[in-house]
């Protein structure tokens, strides 16, 4: 299934989403001891730390892409032509709604993550957690700049391989919704 957004209101309400994420960071994790962020809550399950260092290797990956995608189109000899409506494809609105959590902060469905992507053992947990922070405030500015392009036109890979691309309003949808999801995690890990 489609859902159709007014692209201003789906911007401002991500770009709120990510300032959440960072605040929370900020709020919860950047004063708290490394022994509280590097504990794991139970065997095999992830620390605070690592939580945020999963996120910032995705963020390592899409950041740069939603970056040089909108520069690029920006850049372009014709000028740039925003869209006031984004229509979600329903893959890129089926990846979304697969890593939202639960209202409770529970993720959805389980899954693994890909080997590249799985955290670390042995973290600097503050160097992740200002990393994190960081990440935040690039993907707030990003979206900030996507005000100026299509949503719809432009196309992001995915860490899963170049040959599966989402638009870029339903890339953003997913790495927030992702961000949603660990960082439910991260604050149970805390807890």
């Not at 693994?112 to 993907?139: C, H, S």
Request: proline fraction near 6%.
């Amino acid at each position: 299934m489609s859902l159709i957004f007014e692209t201003p209101t789906l911007l401002d309400q991500l770009r709120r989403q990510a300032e959440e994420l960072q605040q929370t960071a900020r709020h919860q994790f950047l004063n708290a001891s490394a022994e509280t962020l590097l504990r794991q809550p139970a065997p095999g399950k992830w620390s605070v730390a690592q939580c945020l260092d999963h996120l910032n290797a995705y963020a390592r990956f899409y950041i740069p892409a939603i970056e040089n995608a909108i520069q690029g189109k920006l850049s372009g000899s014709l000028p740039p032509a925003p869209s006031p409506t984004f229509k979600s494809g329903w893959l890129g609105n089926y990846f979304t709604n697969m890593m939202l959590p639960k209202a409770d902060g529970r993720p959805g469905m389980k899954m693994q993550a890909p080997k590249a992507y799985r955290p670390l053992t042995d973290l600097d947990a503050g160097k992740v957690v200002n990393e994190f922070i960081e990440w935040q405030e690039k993907m707030k500015t990003l979206l900030d700049r996507a005000k100026l392009v299509n949503l719809q036109q432009i196309k992001i890979g995915t860490t899963l391989g170049s040959w599966l691309k989402f638009s870029l309003g339903d890339t953003f949808r997913f790495v927030i919704a992702h961000e949603q999801r660990h960082m439910a995690q991260a604050l149970r890990a805390k807890a």
